[in-house]
């Protein structure tokens, strides 16, 4: 960030969700093993142009409606970093919602720092706001390996996504399938189930781009073949 600016390297369509308008921001606070943006968010300062919240608006509702789309998102980083990011990402959304009321934005976030400063999710009162919140780990011992970060923040966006859903925020979790086995993705769905989150899992699949795998064999990660 820098002031209301953040990061970004790309504006897009993407096929997802049936066609969304899609902005690449870079910087994470986590380095996941499969991450696709890996290099950029290791070395977040090296990338792209900053841009303000109104820039990234005009980007994506160009997009939008060249394609005759009606979702949103950022990928490719984690949008809520602190206040300053937050920020930036609430003026995006309010910026669209109001030119769109027909929109749908779909924020994916890691959760972190919704666990951490519960108190933010008050700002994502949006109703046209959906917010896919993915999980990295089954375990302490697993988010530990896929994401470098400290295990005893296993539990961390786990109270981030109950944080929205207790706001009444459309919120759900999501999984990558490839690196648990059916028995750790269920015993993680009884454990979601026990602390009260509401939602189906989302099992995301993994792109085995060639750093990805290197990355994941030097993390000990062993990829689960159905
Ligand atoms: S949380 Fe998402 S953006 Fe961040 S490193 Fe992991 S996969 Fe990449």
Request: charged letters at 25%; proline letters at 6%.
């Amino acid at each position: 960030m820098k002031n209301e600016s953040r990061l970004y390297h790309k504006f897009r369509p993407a096929p997802y969700y049936g066609g969304i308008a899609t902005a690449d921001a870079v910087g994470c606070s986590f380095l996941c093993a499969y991450c696709w943006n890996y290099f950029r968010n290791e070395n977040p300062a090296a990338q792209g142009r900053f841009q303000e919240p109104r820039d990234v608006a005009w980007h994506l509702l160009d997009i939008a409606q060249r394609k005759n789309f009606r979702r949103f998102r950022v990928t490719g980083s984690e949008p809520i970093l602190g206040e300053a990011s937050l920020g930036h990402v609430v003026q995006v959304i309010r910026m669209i919602s109001d030119e769109r009321p027909d929109s749908l934005f779909i924020l994916e976030t890691n959760g972190l720092m919704l666990g951490h400063r519960r108190e933010f999710v008050q700002a994502l009162k949006f109703p046209n706001l959906a917010i896919r919140v993915c999980l990295k780990g089954t375990d302490p011992e697993s988010f530990a390996r896929v994401t470098g970060s400290r295990a005893d923040f296993f539990e961390v966006p786990l109270a981030g996504l109950r944080a929205l859903q207790e706001a009444d925020i459309e919120a759900w979790p999501a999984l990558m399938e490839d690196l648990f086995s059916s028995e750790q993705v269920r015993s993680f769905q009884a454990l979601l189930a026990k602390q009260g989150v509401r939602g189906d899992l989302e099992l995301e699949s993994l792109e085995p781009y060639p750093y990805v795998i290197k990355n994941l064999q030097q993390r000990n990660i062993q990829l689960v073949v159905p």
